[in-house]
């Protein structure tokens, strides 16, 4: 599985910004795709995800509740991050996610490259 980045921008505080990733090869077994993040000097952190099944479910830190929405376009493979409200501490080089579950096991899991995100006036 590949997963290709796109969108990261500087961006003003209070600005907007979309993310974009494009999944290739072998996704069909793919039912967790979404975004983490990791700011210099910090660990690599949870941004947001959605995972498919019955019962599609969406989960996001909670730093980010109210100011960015993720979702995945199944037919085209991809999976995006809207981000509004942008702060500074939102700053940070974003990594695509793709996992295989199976209950709360992670069976599988693949990386993008990253995009750089920045948020400064």
């Known amino acids: 599985v590949q997963l290709v980045e796109s969108g990261g921008d500087l961006v003003q505080p209070g600005g907007s910004l979309r993310l974009s990733c494009a999944a290739s090869?072998?996704?069909?077994?793919?039912?967790?795709m979404g975004w983490y993040r990791q700011a210099p000097g910090k660990e690599r952190e949870f941004v947001a995800q959605?995972?498919?099944?019955?019962?599609?479910?969406?989960t996001y830190a909670d730093s980010v509740k109210g100011r960015f929405t993720v979702s995945r376009d199944n037919n085209r493979n991809t999976v995006s991050l809207q981000m509004d409200s942008l702060k500074a501490e939102d700053t940070a080089v974003y990594y695509c996610?793709?996992?295989?579950?199976?209950?709360?096991?992670?069976?599988?899991?693949?990386w993008g490259q990253g995009t750089q995100v920045t948020v400064s006036s």
């Open positions: 959605v995972r498919s099944g019955a019962i599609t479910n969406t």
């Open positions: 090869g072998s996704i069909f077994n793919i039912n967790i």
């Open positions: 996610h793709a996992a295989t579950a199976a209950g709360p096991m992670t069976l599988y899991e693949y």
